[in-house]
């Protein structure tokens, strides 16, 4: 059974970069797209990006290019680093399978069949 | 962006009772690839239906999903005590995913 457990720093100063890993237990990261969301405090869900076990990766435009999602393979890891954080970023931050349904060369798109429980990020000085 | 709005923001049953949730799109959802998930508090979220109406492995019959377009419904037939928890749509028909602000699913 797949299991996913993020982890990371807690605290974060602002304009600093955020850093996190998903590591992947009971199965093998090769074969399908991994996921970042987030949820702040009181809101909804966010979509920040995605990554094949290829390397290939996409994110969501609202974020300005200051998500970068990286993946390890041989150590079954995936990675999110969010530059320039400030308080906005505060939240609790999900790793999560993709399941695929259809892609192409222009799109993928799928759901989340397996989440982490997630990790709670705090942006203060 | 596809703006989901969920409705009603929070609801109150019993056990036992039929509880209905909806979840509107702002525009069409292409191939009503519209997904459900549960999550109860310091827990990962659950995929409970995908492509608006297919369940996902090992949930309960009692979780049922339809709609298409930009409407779409999550119904639990007969609530049992531990359905009781935030609901929130996502729409994959478009590859900026979405999520709806959730539905609360409170014990009366």
């Known amino acids: 059974q797949v299991q996913l457990q993020e982890s990371g720093p807690g605290l974060v100063r602002p304009s600093e970069t955020l850093s996190l890993t998903c590591t992947v237990s009971g199965g093998f990261i090769s074969t399908y797209y991994w996921t970042w969301i987030r949820q702040p405090p009181g809101k909804g869900l966010e979509w920040i990006g995605s990554?094949?076990?290829?390397?290939?990766?996409d994110s969501n435009p609202s974020l300005k290019s200051r998500a970068t999602t990286l993946i390890d393979r041989s150590r079954n890891q995936f990675f999110l680093k969010l530059t320039s954080v400030t308080a906005a970023d505060t939240a609790v931050y999900y790793c999560a399978r993709l399941s695929v349904s259809r892609e192409n060369s222009a799109y993928v798109l799928g759901f989340f069949d397996i989440w982490g429980q997630g990790t709670t990020i705090t942006v203060s000085s | 962006e596809i703006v989901l709005t969920q409705s009603p923001g929070t609801l109150s049953l019993s056990p036992g009772e039929r509880a209905t949730l909806s979840c509107r799109a702002s525009?069409?959802?292409?191939?009503?690839?519209l997904a459900w998930y549960q999550h109860k508090p310091g827990q990962a979220p659950r995929l409970l239906i995908d492509g608006a109406s297919d369940r996902a492995t090992g949930v309960p019959g009692r979780f049922s999903g339809s709609g298409s377009g930009t409407d779409f419904t999550l119904t639990i037939s007969r609530l049992e005590p531990e359905d009781f928890a935030v609901y929130y749509c996502q729409q994959y028909g478009n590859s900026l995913y979405t999520f709806g602000q959730g539905t609360k699913l409170e014990m009366k």
């Open positions: 990554i094949h076990y290829t390397g290939s990766a």
């Open positions: 525009q069409n959802v292409d191939f009503n690839y």
